[in-house]
């Protein structure tokens, strides 16, 4: 039989739980940092049209030019607004730590609406938009405008759809699994990085 004595047993549980302690609140603290930098990376990616360095699909002249914005959206970059409610989060619970990115409600501040999570969703998946014989006429009241203008004549035609078109494609644009694909590396070096540092007693 081997027997061992520990002296002040008791210290040495509240010194290893003290390490313990430590140790996660670095690895929290070294994602959130990460998580940060990543927002900012993937709305500055989005507002460029390329997330992970993939160009997204360009818009069509009838996208360019529907809803608000008219002509001054014409050179803006696809999906450029849905840089805005990029946002990150982070939570513990039963003793796990989950970090999410992307169209996700934050720790705090103002949620993500469902319409801009639906639009990111839709973009992301692509699919058809289904036109209503109101929609037809609005196009070509939209076609009609622009031919009348010798700047915009040649974009017209795209608004005076045939007869049997009753939908209209709406190409994917992936934009978070490019970002990630693209990243994954820096990102786990950027952890184990941050983490060292901060267990060192850096500020970071």
């Given at each position: 039989?081997?027997?061992?004595?520990?002296?002040?047993?008791?210290?040495?549980?509240?010194?290893?739980?003290?390490?313990?302690?430590?140790?996660?609140?670095?690895?929290?603290?070294?994602?959130?940092?990460?998580?940060?930098?990543?927002?900012?990376?993937?709305?500055?990616e989005i507002r460029a049209g390329a997330p992970g360095g993939r160009a997204l699909a360009p818009l069509s002249e009838i996208a360019k030019r529907r809803g608000r914005g008219g002509n001054r959206r014409r050179n803006r970059s696809p999906l450029a607004r849905l840089a805005f409610p990029v946002?990150?989060?982070?939570?513990?619970?039963?003793?796990?730590?989950?970090?999410?990115?992307?169209?996700?409600?934050?720790?705090?501040?103002?949620?993500?609406?469902?319409?801009?999570?639906?639009?990111?969703?839709?973009?992301?998946?692509?699919?058809?938009?289904?036109?209503?014989?109101?929609?037809?006429?609005?196009?070509?009241?939209?076609?009609?405008?622009?031919?009348?203008?010798?700047?915009?004549?040649?974009?017209?035609?795209?608004?005076?759809?045939?007869?049997?078109?009753?939908?209209?494609?709406?190409?994917?644009?992936?934009?978070?699994?490019?970002?990630?694909?693209?990243?994954?590396?820096?990102?786990?070096?950027?952890?184990?990085?941050?983490?060292?540092?901060?267990?060192?007693?850096?500020?970071?």
């Amino acid at each position: 039989m081997i027997e061992m004595l520990v002296k002040n047993w008791q210290a040495f549980q509240r010194d290893i739980g003290a390490a313990n302690r430590r140790r996660v609140k670095a690895a929290e603290i070294a994602t959130k940092v990460e998580g940060y930098r990543l927002m900012r990376i993937l709305k500055k990616e989005i507002r460029a049209g390329a997330p992970g360095g993939r160009a997204l699909a360009p818009l069509s002249e009838i996208a360019k030019r529907r809803g608000r914005g008219g002509n001054r959206r014409r050179n803006r970059s696809p999906l450029a607004r849905l840089a805005f409610p990029v946002r990150y989060n982070t939570e513990t619970r039963g003793g796990t730590f989950t970090f999410r990115l992307g169209f996700v409600n934050p720790n705090r501040g103002r949620p993500i609406s469902k319409s801009w999570k639906r639009i990111a969703q839709a973009q992301q998946q692509g699919g058809s938009l289904t036109l209503s014989e109101e929609g037809r006429k609005g196009l070509i009241r939209m076609g009609a405008s622009l031919k009348r203008r010798s700047t915009t004549e040649d974009a017209a035609r795209y608004f005076f759809l045939k007869k049997s078109t009753r939908n209209l494609r709406l190409p994917a644009r992936p934009i978070l699994d490019p970002f990630w694909n693209t990243h994954e590396g820096e990102v786990r070096r950027n952890l184990e990085r941050n983490f060292a540092r901060k267990m060192a007693g850096e500020r970071i």
